[in-house]
């Protein structure tokens, strides 16, 4: 069975610090997806990594897949109160994806 | 576009009752997905539908019955609810007809269906 193991799981910090959140698992996936959930709504994706080592950033986002693509991380630079919300990592796997349990962010103006 | 829509937003039942749960998606995408999220739990895929016509089971099928009604529509049936079936339910839709490939495309989710079961 494939799992994706997210940490923290919770995370509570001040406006303007920065931080990262993990995304591990023991099994190569063939593409990573990170979405953000807000209270009341459904997951929205933020980005897709398919290549070992791939940096993507998306404005104060930073996503990164390992170069063996079994582990990621997304980095958030200067966090702001709307970066709030749960963090889900979903890994690729025979058509269908995985989920993380996710990283509940709270960022406290 | 309305993206994916599900009805209803809220739902109590009690043990035993049975209810549909209704997707349906604008987007012209061939894969259709339910998943239920409980807290500590994440996000379980309960059935998919590759494409028009096909369904299969998913890491938690139990309890739970699907049918991909066509291309747009994709209804979850719970025959005789349980407390266990107490949860968050997701349709999520995507381009993708299946295949190694698919789990590349974006999942677009649905806003959920509060499910309580006494």
């Known amino acids: 069975t494939q799992l994706l193991e997210q940490s923290p799981q919770f995370l509570s910090i001040q406006e303007g610090e920065n931080l990262t959140v993990y995304c591990n698992s023991s099994?190569?996936?063939?593409?990573l997806q990170w979405y953000r959930q807000e209270p009341g709504e459904g997951p929205v994706l933020l980005v897709t990594?398919?290549?070992?080592?791939e940096v993507k950033k998306l404005k104060r986002l930073t996503f990164q897949f390992g170069d063996a693509r079994k582990d990621s991380s997304l980095h958030i630079t200067a966090a702001q109160p709307g970066d709030t919300g749960l963090y889900l990592c979903?890994?690729?796997?025979?058509?269908?994806?995985?989920f993380g349990k996710g990283t509940k962010l709270s960022v406290k103006p | 576009n309305a993206g994916v829509t599900q009805t209803p937003k809220f739902q109590v039942l009690k043990t035993g009752q049975s209810m549909t749960l209704q997707c349906a998606q604008d987007?012209?995408?061939?894969?259709m997905y339910w998943y239920r999220q409980d807290p500590g739990m994440g996000l379980r895929l309960i059935y998919y539908?590759?494409?028009?016509?096909?369904?299969d089971k998913g890491e938690v099928p139990n309890g739970y019955n699907v049918s991909r009604l066509n291309k747009r529509e994709f209804s979850l049936r719970l025959e005789s609810a349980a407390p266990s079936q107490t949860s968050v339910y997701f349709c999520?839709?995507?381009?993708?007809?299946?295949?190694?490939?698919?789990?590349?495309?974006?999942?677009?989710f649905g806003p959920g269906t509060r499910l309580t079961v006494t």
């Open positions: 999520a839709s995507t381009q993708a007809g299946g295949g190694r490939r698919s789990g590349t495309y974006e999942q677009y």
């Open positions: 099994s190569v996936f063939s593409s």
């Open positions: 990594v398919v290549t070992g080592g």
């Open positions: 979903a890994g690729g796997s025979q058509g269908n994806l995985i």
């Open positions: 987007m012209n995408h061939n894969s």
């Open positions: 539908s590759a494409s028009e016509g096909t369904t």
